[in-house]
């Protein structure tokens, strides 16, 4: 059974920090270093929307701008996990952060339907 499982959400206040985690497990992620892995996240009705990308083994990153210079999307292949430090919150970063997985993928790939694998998500409000 393939999983990705998404961690460290909550609430906290504008100017604060959060990381979250994702980790992959299942017979496709053996061989986790081959997949590119993306965080995206989807506020109340909006659409799902792109965050962060790293790439496999050469781990390149990508960022949307409107997170460029405040999150920092991170791996450790040897835990077959995916991370993501979020800094300096602001109230319209609040939504439900997902993790993606995409088998020989690159950081550059941005779009939901690029991506095999979803986590459930996880809740991340960042209050005023």
């Known amino acids: 059974q393939v999983q990705l499982v998404e961690s460290g959400g909550g609430l906290v206040q504008a100017g604060g920090s959060l990381r979250l985690s994702c980790a992959a497990s299942?017979?496709?992620?053996?061989?986790?270093?081959?997949?590119?892995m993306a965080w995206f996240r989807q506020a109340p009705g909006k659409e799902r929307e792109f965050v962060a990308a790293?790439?496999?083994?050469?781990?390149?990153?990508h960022y949307a701008n409107s997170v460029k210079g405040r999150f920092t999307i991170s791996r450790d292949n040897a835990q077959n996990t995916v991370y993501l430090e979020m800094k300096s919150l602001k109230p319209e970063d609040t939504a439900v952060y997902y993790c993606?997985?995409?088998?020989?993928?690159?950081?550059?790939?941005?779009?939901?339907?690029?991506?095999?694998?979803w986590g459930q998500g996880t809740q991340v409000t960042v209050s005023s």
């Open positions: 993606a997985a995409r088998k020989w993928g690159s950081a550059t790939m941005t779009g939901v339907g690029q991506y095999d694998y």
């Open positions: 299942g017979r496709a992620f053996t061989t986790f270093s081959t997949y590119a």
């Open positions: 790293i790439g496999g083994i050469d781990r390149s990153t």
